[in-house]
Structures are given as structure tokens and as C-alpha cells.
């Protein structure tokens, strides 16, 4: 063999060398790449730590925040624990909800009579009693329920001892269709007032000129003797 092919065979066996030792190194450096990923299942375990604790601490405060925060606008709800009155939107405030003295519900001026407030029928539940601000019958408080006075006279508001259980004084306040205010709904049907007339009745949507909006105005933290 020449002196030259001495020297590429020599060169070549060295690459050949080197090329069997880079590969004999692939693995070490394939194991020196995964090593950190040993630490990767630190992380989720990090957000499970980390999340719960953001949640609890963040949402029962928002949660009671927003349901005993008093109404301020004309389509707000009856704030939980509030004692409310129901001012009829066509009068700007002035004319309101209220009992007068044979306990039917007529239109009159805001008072003691005209105080009302609105306790879920359970914890959490989007209907319920309305309950006397003021009046007591032995040191409870009444609650509103659909009356019919006989004939052919249409069904009227009056206080009753309070029973969860009776249809006819489940509430639902839903919005007015212009947004104006609020409804007055009780088992179905709809509490219509206005004009000069005081008297207030209870009848089923579509019938007579129209639904009565009202605003919710409120008037303080109730002091009725149990709110359940």
C-alpha cells in the first residue's frame, strides 16, 4: 500500500472511531434530556394545590355579596334580608304597594303598611313568600296570598298566616318586558295597579290594558322574627 493510502486508511479508522463513539454517546445524551422531564409531574400537582384554595377563598364572597346587596335601580330584585317597597313606575315613586285596614292590598302612600320582604321558599330558590315588613299576628309576621272576595269580583292581595306550601303566595318578580321595572307575579298571575283608583288586583297576563311595572325600593335590613 502507497504512503497515502496508509494515511486515509489511518484517518478513515479514526473517523470510524469517532463515529462509533458519537453514536455510543446518544444514549447518555438522550438520558441527560429526559432527566428534567422527571420533574414535569410536579406541575399539575401544583395547580391541584393551587386552584381549590383560589376558588374557596373567592367565590362565597362574591356569592354573598351579590344576594343581600340592596336593590338601587328600577330592575333589581328584593335584596335577601331587605325590607322592600313596590313604588309603581307610572307614578315616579309616590304611589306604592300597601296594606290597607281590612289587610286587602291597595295603592297608597309609602309607610309602615307598604313594607314588605321577600323570603325564598328555600335556600338558594328563585321563588318566594312575601312576608310583612311591620304587621304581626301574635308576634309573626303575614304574608301575602291571591284572595278571591266572591261573584264576580276580580281576585285581589290580603294577608294571610304565612304556609310555604300554599301556591297562592309564591312570588316570582320578573323583569318588565321594556325593562322599566319589575312584575309583581304570584301563582301565575300578575298584580295590576295604577291610576287613581287604589284598589290592586290580581289577574292573568293579556287581560285588561296592560302589567303594572314597579321599581324595588329598598328601605333597610329587615327586622321580621324569622327569615326561613
Request: hydrophobic fraction near 40%; charged fraction near 15%.
Amino acid at each position: 500500500m502507497s504512503r497515502l493510502g496508509r494515511i486515509v486508511a489511518s484517518v478513515g479508522g479514526c473517523a470510524l472511531v469517532l463515529a462509533v463513539q458519537a453514536c455510543s454517546s446518544s444514549p447518555a445524551s438522550t438520558a441527560g434530556t429526559a432527566a428534567p422531564a422527571s420533574v414535569a409531574p410536579a406541575t399539575p400537582s401544583a395547580t391541584k394545590a393551587a386552584t381549590p384554595s383560589a376558588t374557596k377563598a373567592a367565590t362565597p364572597s362574591a356569592t354573598k355579596t351579590a344576594t343581600a346587596a340592596p336593590a338601587n335601580g328600577p330592575g333589581d330584585l328584593p335584596g335577601l334580608n331587605r325590607q322592600v317597597v313596590f313604588a309603581t313606575v307610572e307614578s315616579g315613586g309616590d304611589k306604592v304597594l300597601t296594606v290597607g285596614a281590612k289587610g286587602v292590598v291597595e295603592l297608597g302612600a309609602p309607610g309602615d303598611r307598604s313594607l314588605f320582604v321577600a323570603v325564598p321558599v328555600r335556600p338558594g330558590a328563585e321563588k318566594f313568600l312575601l312576608k310583612t315588613g311591620t304587621l304581626r299576628s301574635g308576634g309573626e309576621t303575614y304574608c301575602l296570598q291571591v284572595r278571591s272576595p266572591g261573584g264576580s269580583n276580580p281576585l285581589q292581595l290580603a294577608i294571610e298566616g304565612c304556609d310555604a306550601s300554599e301556591k297562592d303566595q309564591i312570588f316570582t318578580f320578573p323583569v318588565a318586558a321594556d325593562r322599566s321595572g319589575r312584575h309583581v307575579e304570584v301563582a301565575g298571575l300578575f298584580t295590576l295597579a295604577g291610576g287613581t283608583d287604589p284598589d290592586v288586583i290580581v289577574q292573568e297576563s293579556g287581560e285588561g290594558d296592560g302589567l303594572t311595572s314597579f321599581t324595588v325600593v329598598d328601605r333597610g335590613a329587615a327586622n321580621i322574627p324569622a327569615l326561613d
